[in-house]
């Protein structure tokens, strides 16, 4: 019988290193390559030749090994190859999580009580499958997973019940489950439906009794926190994305719902601290071709972003258009108004067929308060602190912005964050060069403020780097050059 987590392995060919030099790539190709099937006598249980010595203890401290040649140089676009993913919820917000773990490999299981939901994502190619039958839909993606197969199924079920069968299955040895997340319409109680009721009954039972519907909507969110929490315990990586769903079973007595955390502070908070974040565009003429040529062009304009080269080829491959053809990356500080200047020059240039309207989403490093996902758990406690978007809002509406918004919701729930918006758009004109100067150079530059107020040592370290004057950081960098 095979070591627990066991996998193929080989070594990486070509050029292109994930370590910092050679001389960290060469020893992780070779232990790679002598556990490569075609070398070892047996790779699964880490035996490359001979009787029980091993290339390592075992495959968890093969993975540390490995992660920490990938520590010493820059981290490649991680996989979830030979992982499987559960999550809840496939609707308008939660319908791309079936893609984004495909994308990178993995399989994953989505559960949603609608199965309209489940197979209008399965028509627009964000899912693979859809099942009825949660013994088949395991089926498939332990197959998935133990091949190292990218596999996206929808279960027809409600998660409250799912995930707790699950995790049973999982402690029984029957799955093996390696992340968990959600995307439940938390937010609102009367949007997440209560195991007592079908989806039939839904919309009935809900204006009947608004807070008795809540209340046993709660109760069915805290089954499914719990065995989120319990997967956790089991070593599972498990996260929220910010639908307020651990809040919601707090509310319903389950005294464990914060032991998972955010997926901001968890992931993306350094990120944000560099002032990197969502940038989208969208070609206002409607045709697909000038979404090409803007693919194209950022990619020229950014020729060393490995990870913005991948995703927009398998953007163009694997995602589909919905109303207006759309682009989305993730950009940083001192890259995103180079981009805006680019498109407002095709548009100049004739190379796009109409202007192309730039915005960004709600998720980014200085324009929200949110508590319960962007600004959960800020290092100096700033996390309700609601000026930062309002403060973004005026500064992009003197940046020259086209419109400016400010959103109350955004995801997590009304009462719960505050959002400002903006977008702009490339006319091919001087004047919209001009703005287009500004507008996404001070944008993010208020996230990389915001973090370095709350005192976040990379948000200080990229302000120094890139020019970002921070008037408290600069008066005590300017006093203590004083006393020195």
């Known amino acids: 019988m095979a070591l ?19 001389q960290t790539e060469a020893p992780m190709r070779m232990l790679m390559n002598n556990l490569d099937p075609e070398v070892a006598e047996r790779p699964d249980d880490l035996v490359v030749y001979g009787g029980t010595g091993r290339a390592a203890r075992s495959w968890e401290a093969f993975d540390a090994i490995a992660r920490k040649m990938h520590e010493e140089g820059r981290i490649p676009e991680p996989t979830l190859a030979g992982t499987l993913t559960i999550t809840g919820g ?25 199965e309209t939901r489940l197979k209008r994502r399965q028509s627009k190619r964000y899912l693979d499958e859809v099942e009825t039958d949660l013994d088949t839909a395991l089926a498939k993606v332990m197959a998935a997973k ?14 409250a019940d ?52 809540t209340k046993k909507a ?30 919601e079973a707090r509310h319903a007595g389950y005294t464990r719902a914060f032991k998972f955390p955010g997926f901001v502070p968890a992931y993306i908070r350094p990120l944000f601290c560099e002032g990197l974040g969502p940038f989208r565009w969208v070609a206002l003429s409607g045709d697909p071709k000038d979404i090409e040529v803007t693919d194209n062009a950022i990619k020229e304009l950014f020729p060393d972003n490995k990870h913005l080269h991948e995703w927009i080829d398998a953007a163009q491959e694997h995602v589909e258009f919905e ?78 912005a086209t419109w400016v918004s400010i959103h109350h919701g955004g995801g997590v729930g009304i009462g719960r964050s505050i959002h400002a ?64």
């Open 4 to 22: 627990p987590n066991a996998r193929p392995v080989r070594a990486p060919r070509g050029t292109e290193i994930s370590a910092k030099s050679w």
């Open 323 to 400: 109303g207006l053809p759309a682009r989305i990356c993730w950009l940083g500080y001192g890259e995103r108004h180079r981009a805006g200047l680019l498109f407002n020059q095709l548009v100049a240039e004739g190379k796009v067929s109409a202007p192309i309207a730039i915005g960004r989403d709600h998720l980014d490093s200085g324009s929200v308060a949110s508590p319960y996902r962007e600004t959960e758990s800020m290092k100096d406690g700033s996390d309700a602190i609601a000026d930062w978007p309002l403060l973004n809002a005026l500064t992009a509406a003197s940046s020259g």
């Open 90 to 114: 496939c609707g308008g917000m939660g319908g791309a999580q079936p893609l984004a773990v495909t994308l990178n490999g993995g399989a994953c299981l989505v559960v949603d009580v609608d």
């Open 162 to 213: 799912v995930f707790p069968e699950l995790l049973r299955r999982h402690r029984a040895g029957e799955i093996s489950v390696d992340v968990v997340t959600d995307q439940t319409s938390a937010h609102d109680p009367l949007s997440y439906l209560p195991t007592e009721f079908t989806v039939e009954q839904w919309d009935a039972e809900a204006k009947a009794d608004p807070v008795g519907f």
């Open 146 to 159: 133990n091949e190292r197969r990218a596999l996206s199924v929808g279960y027809v079920g409600n998660a």
């Open 218 to 247: 709660q109760e069915a969110m805290a089954a499914q926190v719990q065995a989120m929490v319990e997967f956790q315990d089991e070593g599972a990586e498990v996260f929220d994305y910010g639908n307020s769903i651990r809040d």
């Open 421 to 484: 918006g903006q977008v702009s758009v490339a006319d091919g004109t001087e004047l919209a060069a001009q703005k287009l100067e500004r507008l996404p150079t001070n944008d993010p530059g208020m996230g990389v403020i915001r973090h370095a107020d709350a005192g976040y040592e990379r948000a200080i370290q990229v302000a120094d780097e890139r020019g970002v004057s921070i008037p408290m950081h600069d008066d005590l960098a300017a006093t203590r050059q004083a006393d020195q």
